[in-house]
């Protein structure tokens, strides 16, 4: 059973340009959740969709946005890129939308090198 | 944010000892805690979880301790390997309709064969 995926693993980016970071869950997880990870700030919540909804945000500008499509596949979006938002960005999944004792899963991130 | 990663606190182990990972937790209606291993480059990798209305968990080679009244969560590795080296972090989730992790700031450990 394939992990959490996600693309593209590595990628530079300029000053002012946005950025599209992709996440396919586990099959048949339907909740899918983000984060930043940074040597500074530790792994922070970005925002968790479950069944095309967004549940939850965590305290990112608005500059940060994603979705989740109907097959659970998820994207975010990271527009006008600052150099602090170089960052691993990671993906993680789980079956129900609930902390019912169901595991959540992360992927192996996208690190993102903002110049 | 909410969570603060500023110093990675260390701990370093001889090959073939136990060790124990320690960490708190902010919110008292946590109700549901996972511990995660994160090695150089790639994602955190689920070890265990406990639930809130349990105080032990045992799982291979590892086991979850939870204190409740000072909201304190700790983690033993039996015969520490040099695999075993990473990054462990504990995370807790808030209960609810939520699947949100707020994570601690993590504790390195240092295998030496």
């Known amino acids: 059973k394939a992990g959490v995926t996600q693309t593209p693993r590595y990628l530079i980016k300029t000053r002012g340009q946005q950025v599209t970071l992709s996440c396919s869950p586990i099959?048949?997880?339907?909740?899918v959740s983000w984060y930043q990870q940074t040597p500074g700030q530790g792994l922070q919540f970005l925002f968790e969709?479950?069944?095309?909804?967004?549940?939850n945000k965590g305290n990112f500008p608005g500059r940060f946005s994603g979705r989740q499509f109907s097959n659970s596949r998820s994207e975010m979006n990271v527009s006008t890129l600052e150099l602090g938002d170089s960052a691993l960005y990671l993906c993680a999944s789980s079956l129900v939308g609930t902390s019912s004792g169901n595991t959540i899963y992360f992927g192996e991130g996208s690190w993102l090198t903002v110049v | 944010g909410e969570s603060v990663g500023l110093h990675l606190p260390t701990l370093s182990v001889q090959e073939g000892d136990n060790s124990i990972i320690n960490c708190a937790y902010s919110?008292?209606?946590?109700?549901?805690f996972i511990w995660y291993k994160q090695e150089s480059g790639k994602g955190p990798q689920f070890i265990i979880d406990i639930r809130s209305n349990m105080d032990k968990r045992q799982g291979q080679r590892v086991t979850v301790l939870l204190n409740k009244t000072v909201k304190h969560l700790s983690l033993q590795i039996a015969a520490t390997q040099p695999g075993d080296s990473a990054v462990y972090f504990c995370a807790e989730n808030y209960g609810g309709a939520t699947n949100k992790l707020i994570f601690g700031t993590g504790t390195l450990l240092a295998v030496q064969p």
């Open positions: 099959s048949g997880h339907r909740s």
């Open positions: 919110n008292s209606a946590s109700d549901y």
């Open positions: 969709y479950f069944s095309e909804t967004q549940r």
